[in-house]
């Protein structure tokens, strides 16, 4: 499925109160290809963990967290580690870097096997995170559809990101609006997501 927009440079696809920035597909197929591959067998995977009701779920969904150094980064409850970065997630932080023109010290990075696993509407304003730092999103593998919903109206905003696509969160985004990555049945293979961050220094 193609994007929803058309266009040479990337849209503000929110249409009020913050800054989500979609540039289309930034990597030819083929490097795609090889970072999916790369990022599957290099990347030191776990499944996610999450503090609900004082119970401790363990989800499908993998992550790993990444940065220039030991940092903490605390969501659901859950105080993570950072892991220092490998040659494969340097070279995407540069690519982030030049594309959007910001700098990052950290990635967290999301392993969907399929469409039956996905996120729920949240934002992400975690106190460890740079207020109103700008998030690069990649996407490799699998095209899924993302939402937004502002939190005052529940105005709502979809689109489709494509592999090989970048996704930005700026400003005060977070602020006002929730995202989420809806489940599915239509999709039966896994997506790799990297979102690079600024994390407050520690």
């Known amino acids: 499925m193609s994007s929803l927009f058309a266009f040479d440079e ?11 920035r979609y540039f289309g597909v930034v990597f030819p197929l083929e ?4 970072y999916y591959r790369e990022l599957m067998e290099t990347v030191e995977w776990k499944n996610d963990q999450a503090m609900i009701f004082g ?9 790993a967290w990444y940065a220039d150094q030991t940092y903490d980064y605390t969501y659901s409850g859950i105080t993570r580690k950072a892991l220092k970065w490998n040659a494969i997630l340097l070279e995407l932080k540069l690519k982030a870097e030049e594309l959007t023109g910001e700098t990052y010290n950290s990635c967290l990075l999301n392993l969907y096997h399929d469409g039956s696993e996905g996120m729920a509407w949240h934002s992400d ?3 460890d995170l740079e207020k109103h730092g700008t998030i690069a ?12 919903k502002h939190k005052a109206t529940g105005e709502k905003r979809e689109i489709f990101l494509e592999n090989g696509s ?15 990555l809806p489940p599915t049945t239509r999709v039966n293979s ?8 600024k994390i407050r220094k520690q």
């Open 125 to 127: 304003a975690e106190k």
């Open 31 to 34: 490097e795609s290809a090889r």
């Open 137 to 148: 999103s990649f996407s490799f593998g699998a095209e899924r559809k993302f939402a937004f």
């Open 55 to 63: 119970k401790l779920i363990i989800t499908k969904r993998k992550i």
């Open 190 to 197: 896994p997506r790799i997501n990297l979102t690079f961050r």
């Open 10 to 20: 990337p849209v503000n696809i929110l249409p009020k109160d913050g800054t989500a």
């Open 166 to 180: 970048l996704l930005t969160m700026e400003k005060e985004t977070q602020d006002f609006w929730l995202h989420r």
